[in-house]
């Protein structure tokens, strides 16, 4: 079941909907919890990990529509965690219209102490085991990157159910999509990479210009912070244009740089490549990540992990706007508290969505289309242009009924996504 402040919100949204008592049973808790152990054999020594998967809704029928979210390898992976950021994925796929339930799970380990071989041998085992519960398949449940995979994790679940079903028929039409977040040379989709960052940069602009530049008060070029240079918040730094935004604080898990100037791109990039950190760049200031998210600024996106702006520093916010590119890096008293100081949240249930728009995009061209690499620029195209249309769809009916209801973004962004669910339950169930 859901953390009090997360029922809380739903029994809020109910009730704003004059939703009947059903929806909230519904959507309270999650359909399917699946736990198990794997016990790999690295380096000539057998290791235990746990693997948790959750189900949470699925408006549509299993086995015809899939569940979709990611897989993290992470320590603190906990069956409460995946169950909030399950709903999440469930509401983000009913406001983009997406014909997916929303799932999400992990295995616990630090995939920073393994090297490739070993997270290899684990991610393999993690696929077995999700093939052996039977809650993996292209319409039963399709799988994509989050913290601590990417395409390459991704490859290999694909690659090792591959062979399954060729040594021992498994039987699985398309198996390419088991999974999404695959290398374009594996089956992937052109602008998956950057999806989210991609989607997360079409909501901002189209919310600038929604709100007149929030009446005004946010300038021609706005001062931005981005917190997280992982696969989000360094796609984001590199797409920003220069000329429409002044990205002026980074940083990572151990820290970050702030120039009021404003942070040149391609010499952060180049820096942190070659030494892995930010520490020791001597063309700005050296911060925390706590000083950081109280910078004064215009834009301040966090992109990194969970629970960042909360009642501990909400209310020493300096930002006009806050863009929720990481799930859940607001809580439900720093909502509480941005929305008390008249401090807008585009929640990452909007903000974030290009990810699994992507996702559905390859989803979709893994069940019959095998493109040639002489079609990738064109389907690149083809990609951008589709997510540019739905994230733009997105925000825009999200702006106008927080208008018309006098809400705030992200309670409007809860109120359509559950409405959308209680129509598609409605039918599915015959109420």
Not at 68 to 74: A, D, L, P, S, V
Not at 234 to 240: E, F, H, P, T, Y
Not at 326 to 332: I, S
Not at 346 to 357: E, Y
């Amino acid at each position: 079941m859901l953390p009090k402040d997360k029922l809380e919100r739903l029994q809020w949204v109910c009730g704003y909907l004059k939703a009947p008592e059903w929806l909230f049973e519904e959507l309270k808790g999650p359909k399917k919890v699946v736990k198990f152990k794997i016990r790999p054999i690295i380096n000539g020594n057998r290791q235990t990990f746990e693997v948790i998967r959750v189900h949470y809704c699925n408006p549509h029928s299993t086995g015809a529509r899939p569940y979709k979210g990611g897989i993290r390898y992470h320590p603190d992976v906990t069956v409460e965690l995946m169950e909030v950021l399950g709903f999440d994925m469930t509401k983000k796929c009913a406001l983009a219209d997406l014909p997916f339930g929303g799932a999400k799970g992990g295995v616990i380990f630090n995939p920073t102490q393994h090297t490739p071989i070993g997270k290899r041998i684990i991610t393999e085992n993690m696929a077995q085991g999700l093939w052996a519960n039977k809650v993996l398949g292209p319409d039963i449940d399709v799988p994509g990157p989050d913290v601590g995979t990417n395409s390459e994790t991704m490859f290999w679940i694909y690659n090792k159910i591959g062979e399954w079903n060729g040594d021992f028929g498994l039987n699985i039409p398309n198996v390419a999509a088991i999974v999404t977040g695959k290398p374009i040379e594996n089956d992937g989709c052109p602008g998956r990479e950057d999806a989210t960052a991609r989607g997360g940069l079409i909501v901002l602009q189209e919310f600038l210009k929604l709100s007149d530049r929030l009446n005004g008060t946010i300038t021609e070029k706005p001062r931005v912070i981005i917190q997280g240079f992982g696969n989000v918040g360094r796609n984001l730094a590199k797409l920003m244009p220069e000329s429409q935004f002044n990205v002026i604080a980074v940083s990572d898990v151990r820290g970050g740089l702030y120039s009021s100037r404003g942070l040149n791109f391609d010499s952060i990039s180049s820096y942190y490549d070659k030494y892995g950190t930010f520490c020791g760049f001597p063309e700005a200031e050296e911060i925390s990540n706590d000083t950081l998210l109280l910078i004064d600024c215009d834009i301040l996106i966090p992109a990194a992990i969970e629970d960042q702006i909360t009642a501990e520093n909400a209310d020493r916010i300096k930002a006009q706007l806050v863009l929720e590119l990481a799930n859940e890096a607001v809580t439900a008293c720093g909502y509480q508290l941005l929305k008390e100081r008249k401090i807008p949240v585009i929640p990452g249930i909007v903000a974030n969505t290009g990810g699994v728009v992507v996702s559905f995009i390859e989803w979709s061209n893994n069940r019959g289309l095998r493109p040639h690499k002489v079609d990738l620029e064109k389907n690149l195209a083809d990609v951008e242009n589709r997510l540019d249309k739905i994230m733009k769809d997105l925000i825009r009916k999200t702006y106008k009924k927080s208008v018309e209801n006098n809400l705030t973004i992200d309670e409007t962004a809860d109120v359509l996504a559950i409405e959308t669910l209680r129509d598609q339950l409605k039918i599915k169930h015959g109420y």
